[in-house]
């Protein structure tokens, strides 16, 4: 897939979707938050021990985006609240821009993320 559809927190590489999120470990929920510096922010409840917090990142976009956790991986911040994500599709989206940002803002169903992500993409 090409570079066509960006945003501060997201873009296409080859086949893989590279989110950024900045982890907010020990929060009251697990969710997605807002986007602050070219970031998206996720809430985990789980802590940054041993590794722990890192899973749940794995565990909550896996289920997110409806993949295997074994085609999500850190690829940058393993020791840091900053973080790339890969995300490899089995079926790379491979039809227009419009429809790869549908299935991106529909995986980020939260209200608020959804409509500040919509008005970045147009």
């Known amino acids: ?6 945003s501060d927190f997201f873009h296409w590489q080859d086949d ?12 009251s929920r697990t969710a ?20 722990k917090a ?3 990142v794995i565990d909550f976009i896996a289920k997110t985006f409806s993949v295997a956790k074994n ?8 020791t840091s609240r900053s973080k790339d994500i890969a995300l490899a599709w089995l079926t790379v989206p491979k039809a227009s821009s419009s ?6 803002l529909q995986a980020l169903s939260s209200k608020a993320i959804a409509d500040s992500s919509e008005a970045r993409l147009r």
């Open 71 to 78: 085609r999500v991986e850190i690829r940058r911040g393993e």
């Open 32 to 51: 997605w938050g807002e986007v602050i510096g070219g970031r998206i922010k996720l809430y985990l409840t789980t802590p940054p021990i041993d590794g």
């Open 16 to 27: 893989r979707l590279i989110l950024k999120l900045k982890v907010q470990p020990r929060a």
């Open 1 to 6: 897939m090409n570079d066509s559809v960006e």
């Open 54 to 56: 890192n899973q749940a």
């Open 99 to 104: 429809e790869a940002e549908r299935l991106l």
